[in-house]
């Protein structure tokens, strides 16, 4: 759920140098209300007595306006805020009614929850990952071997992805290059389960158990349409693998040298796989009509602030988290932020070129 005060809608809404200046201002006009040698009991026994509030009181009047219309715009700010939830979801709904599925609330709510995944793995319609299983238990390992074990799955399960994919480019008449850079991809996504296997396995000191071979995506895209490819490759590609690149390379410089090569492998491939999405968008909009625009705006409009952070590195000591090429939650932010306007800026582009 994301953290709604004053102080972040002021973040959102207005300059921090506002923010700043408002509470002086504030705090400022208070204190002349009340300082003693014009105190407000005399003033109000001035005024009941010349039975003239307006002018007793006219020095305070440009104060109180503004400190009045600074509060208003506070408030308001925070309403808006309080009631984002609620305007996304029905924007959405109103997005989904005009392209007839409700793929697009999932992927909308996807958005809104951020980031942070390996690869690109299969999702049910009800946004639920779609994962390979894994024999042996968590609970005797670290947090960090527990990480890279779990992006394992993920990379497992976004083989699925692309080979699915491939097949439903290919469907809709899309050119052979796009279907055999899925298709590479998804060769890609079958290396980077093993290289996500051997960090688990080198941070472990010895084997973590072993993915399920035979595994095959149970998942189904019902309700297939340009309007479903693009959304999922901007929410699951354009931002979910840029992003994906990006904390891995940030990552690489600092875990163990036998681990650093192996991680920025898997960063520089996360970044094809980005632009195999962006140029996925691009075609779907050249191809498709208003309907593949509301749902992207409908998406764009509902990417979250801030990050998912993975719940087992939650609490994980820095140093733990560097030797294992991670990074810390805070560290996480920036770059999501950096991922995150770098493709609405991507998306605003091509929306303007194809209206
Ligand atoms: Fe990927
Ligand atoms: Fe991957």
């Known amino acids: 759920m994301e953290r709604v005060s004053l102080d972040h809608v002021h973040s959102r809404l207005l300059p921090r140098g506002w923010g700043v200046g408002i509470l002086v201002g504030l705090v400022v006009s208070a204190v002349s209300v009340v300082v003693p040698d014009r105190g407000l009991l005399e003033v109000v026994n001035k005024a009941g007595t010349r039975g003239d509030y307006f002018e007793v009181f006219s020095p305070f009047w440009p104060g109180v306006v503004v400190g009045a219309l600074l509060v208003g715009v506070s408030v308001a700010g925070w309403l808006l805020q309080r009631s984002r939830p609620a305007v996304l979801a029905a924007g959405a709904a109103t997005a989904a009614t005009v392209t007839g599925g409700a793929w697009l609330s999932t992927l909308v709510h996807l958005a809104?929850?951020?980031?942070?995944?390996?690869?690109?793995?299969?999702?049910?319609?009800?946004?639920?990952?779609?994962?390979?299983?894994?024999?042996?238990?968590?609970?005797?390992?670290?947090?960090?071997?527990?990480?890279w074990r779990e992006a394992a799955r993920h990379e497992a399960s976004s083989v699925g992805t692309f080979e699915v994919l491939a097949d439903r480019l290919t469907s809709f008449g899309a050119n052979e290059d796009l279907a055999v850079r899925c298709w590479r991809a998804a060769d890609d996504e079958r290396r980077h389960a093993t290289l996500c296997t051997a960090i688990a396995e080198g941070l472990n000191g010895g084997p973590i158990g072993d993915l399920d071979a035979e595994w095959r995506p149970s998942s189904q895209v019902a309700e297939d349409s340009l309007e479903r490819l693009a959304t999922e490759a901007f929410v699951h590609g354009a931002i979910g693998e840029a992003f994906s690149a990006a904390i891995l390379r940030a990552g690489a410089g600092s875990a163990a040298p036998e681990l650093e090569v192996l991680i920025r492998s898997l960063a520089n491939d996360e970044d094809e796989h980005a632009e195999l999405a962006k140029d996925t968008i691009r075609w779907c909009l050249a191809r498709g009509d208003e309907r593949v625009h509301l749902a992207l705006s409908a998406a764009m409009d509902a990417v979250a602030e801030e990050p998912h952070y993975p719940s087992l590195l939650v609490g994980v000591v820095i140093d733990d988290l560097r030797v294992g090429g991670l990074l810390s939650e805070s560290e996480t932010v920036d770059l999501w932020r950096i991922v995150r306007q770098e493709s609405i800026n991507f998306l605003r582009s091509e929306l303007a070129k194809t209206s």
């Open 112 to 147: 809104s929850q951020g980031s942070w995944i390996e690869g690109r793995p299969c999702r049910h319609d009800d946004g639920r990952l779609d994962l390979p299983a894994q024999s042996g238990a968590t609970a005797t390992l670290s947090p960090v071997v527990a990480y």
